[in-house]
């Protein structure tokens, strides 16, 4: 079974950025698809990002032209790159690995990230 470890996270000033990794004990082609999530204190958890096997992405507005989501093949690694952070952006963020056939769905353990005004 892969295991999916986030890691990057932190405190940052508004307007700054932040990169998180997401590095898999496997090969990433395990999944259809990648991709992170988030969840603010109190809010349910949301979709931020995500990257399919053929390196498609997309993301929500909230968050499009900001976040950028990448692979690393070779290195079994996922990305996240994130721009003009806005306190609003303040959640822990879960790396995903998603499979169709059969439906499955692996989460690391979340990195916290906290934006400050």
């Known amino acids: 079974q892969v295991q999916l470890v986030e890691s990057g996270g932190g405190l940052v000033q508004a307007g700054g950025s932040l990169t998180l990794s997401c590095a898999a004990s496997g090969s990433i082609f395990t999944f259809n698809s990648m991709g992170w999530f988030r969840q603010a204190p109190g809010k349910q958890r949301e979709w931020v990002a995500s990257?399919?096997?053929?390196?498609?992405?997309n993301y929500p507005d909230s968050v499009k032209r900001r976040f950028t989501v990448s692979r690393d093949n070779a290195k079994n690694t996922v990305y996240l790159q994130m721009t003009s952070l806005k306190p609003e952006d303040t959640a822990v963020y879960y790396c995903n690995g998603h499979v169709t056939n059969p439906l499955l769905d692996y989460w690391g353990q979340g990195t916290q990230v906290t934006v400050s005004s």
């Open positions: 990257v399919t096997s053929a390196g498609l992405t």
